[in-house]
């Protein structure tokens, strides 16, 4: 059974910074691209990064410079560091893992960025 489990989300002031966490069982982790998306109320959930299989990184436009995404295969972990948070960071993240083939994901752990 595939799991993705997120953790490190909460509640921080803008200008502050957050690490999320996930951490894969029931895959090889080191053939899967891992990536971050987010969801905010009201919005389409949207790819924030991805690290591939391969190492290389991409990010979408709005969280380049602040946010980067890192993943340990001997942990089977993918890590989102995100500074400085902005209010528009707020949203539930969930972690993502694909192959070209299978796709799966995380429950979701919510990010609230106050201003």
């Known amino acids: 059974q595939v799991q993705l489990v997120e953790s490190g989300g909460g509640l921080v002031q803008s200008g502050g910074s957050l690490r999320l966490s996930c951490t894969a069982s029931?895959?090889?982790?080191?053939?899967?691209?891992m990536g971050w998306y987010r969801q905010a109320p009201g919005k389409q959930r949207e790819l924030v990064a991805r690290?591939?299989?391969?190492?290389?990184?991409d990010y979408t436009d709005s969280v380049k410079g602040r946010f980067t995404i890192s993943r340990d295969n001997t942990k089977n972990t993918v890590y989102l560091q995100m500074n400085p948070l902005k209010p528009e960071d707020t949203a539930v993240y969930y972690c993502n893992a694909r192959n070209g083939i299978q796709n799966y994901w995380g429950q979701g752990t919510q990010v609230t960025v106050s201003s």
């Open positions: 029931g895959i090889i982790f080191r053939f899967y691209d």
């Open positions: 690290r591939t299989s391969s190492g290389s990184s």
